[in-house]
């Protein structure tokens, strides 16, 4: 498998080229974006690994052309800071598969990243590169669900992903009603400091309320938390009809944290059959546990369908131990949604 090293420094260049070697990938390396987009155009690699600060051409402009002229799975490099994570939100939203931060220091030490960095470009060697267009050129015309409920219940709706995820959670949460009866809880697999921005971006283009999670702050409808980077979001029933959120610093549960599995068990446990649970893409077995306790409530669990996910692993894992009701195409998710809510609330 060849993978494109891009980077300025020389420095990470080599790096990153003898962590992939050493892992038996076939490593070419570019300077800049705009050697970076020849290359791809000429060398046809199968992974792409990009940094975004970059002179002649950038990271994001070179990322937007690889996906126009020659669309191929792309890793970002990105740094810690809050406008590296702006950077890294609005790389995934043009195309990139996933991202790698860079630990800090004047010389990053990559060798102490090295499984994640391995890991990752293996996931995107892997990854369904036509799902990935078909979420970020957005060739269906979405619009916004309207349903047709009472409110006599209280539900909720738990949405659960990995690698690929924030270009699905753009073809569902935006098309979410503001008037939608319920909360809505999103574990999207990231590090701290990445959240805030999804949260913010999502928000701007979208009729609900979405933010960053907080701790102990009281759930309401129509408001769509997510769990913050780093920490596990769970649900606490207080007293009839509020229910509080706890953001909680724990162990790792499926090797991730936040975990999809956590949210769902303590949905289950609040909320019991009265939710609507969506597995997306991403890599592994996170949230099949969960899944499996809100299905046998009586709870609604949807998987995204392999032709619309970039990474089928954890919508494979749902299906493959009986977890999942409904497999729908990432587009159709917001309608199924609805139409749970409609059936539920009007019973």
């Given at each position: 498998m060849r993978v494109l090293v891009v980077d300025?420094?020389?420095?990470?260049?080599?790096?990153?080229?003898?962590?992939?070697?050493?892992?038996?990938f076939e490593v070419v390396s570019a300077k800049n974006g705009k050697e970076a987009v020849e290359k791809v155009l000429t060398l046809n690699p199968n992974v792409v690994t990009l940094d975004i600060n970059m002179p002649v051409m950038d990271g994001l402009t070179a990322l937007k052309l690889i996906m126009e002229k020659k669309p191929?799975?792309?890793?970002?490099?990105?740094?810690?800071?809050?406008?590296?994570?702006?950077?890294?939100?609005?790389?995934?939203?043009?195309?990139?598969?996933?991202f790698i931060t860079k630990p800090?220091?004047?010389?990053?030490?990559?060798?102490s990243i090295r499984e994640e960095i391995v890991s990752k470009v293996k996931t995107a060697a892997d990854s369904n590169i036509n799902a990935l267009r078909l979420q970020n050129l957005k060739?269906?015309?979405?619009?916004?669900?309207?349903?047709?409920?009472?409110?006599?219940?209280?539900?909720?709706?738990?949405?659960?992903?990995?690698?690929?995820?924030?270009?699905?959670l753009e073809m569902i949460i935006p098309r979410l009603p503001e008037d939608i009866p319920a909360p809505v809880f999103v574990v999207q697999h990231m590090p701290?400091?990445?959240?805030?921005?999804?949260?913010?971006?999502?928000?701007?283009?979208?009729?609900?309320?979405?933010?960053?999670?907080?701790?102990?702050?009281?759930?309401?409808?129509?408001?769509?938390?997510?769990?913050p980077g780093g920490y596990h979001m769970k649900l606490k029933k207080i007293a009839e009809n509020i229910v509080r959120i706890k953001i909680v610093d724990e162990k790792p549960v499926n090797a991730v944290k936040p975990s999809v599995d956590v949210t769902a068990e303590s949905i289950a446990e609040v909320y019991r059959g009265n939710c609507v649970a969506a597995i997306l893409t991403g890599m592994g077995c996170d949230g099949?546990?969960?899944?499996?306790?809100?299905?046998?409530?009586?709870?609604l669990t949807i998987a995204s369908s392999e032709d619309t996910c970039v990474v089928f692993g954890m919508p494979r894992a749902a299906i493959e131990i009986g977890a999942i009701v409904s497999v729908k195409p990432v587009f159709e998710i917001a309608e199924e949604i609805v139409r749970f809510l409609e059936v539920k609330l009007n019973e």
């Open positions: 300025d420094s020389a420095l990470i260049r080599m790096a990153l080229s003898e962590i992939l070697s050493k892992a038996g191929t799975p792309v890793v970002m490099l990105s740094s810690l800071t809050r406008e590296g994570a702006k950077e890294t939100i609005d790389a995934l939203k043009l195309g990139a598969v996933d800090s220091g004047v010389v990053p030490d990559l060798e060739k269906i015309n979405l619009g916004v669900v309207k349903g047709n409920w009472k409110k006599n219940k209280n539900v909720c709706i738990l949405i659960g992903s990995s690698t690929g995820g924030p270009s699905a701290v400091g990445f959240t805030k921005q999804l949260a913010d971006r999502l928000a701007s283009i979208s009729e609900v309320e979405v933010k960053e999670a907080e701790d102990n702050e009281r759930v309401k409808e129509g408001i769509v938390y997510i769990a099949a546990k969960g899944f499996k306790k809100i299905r046998e409530l009586g709870g």
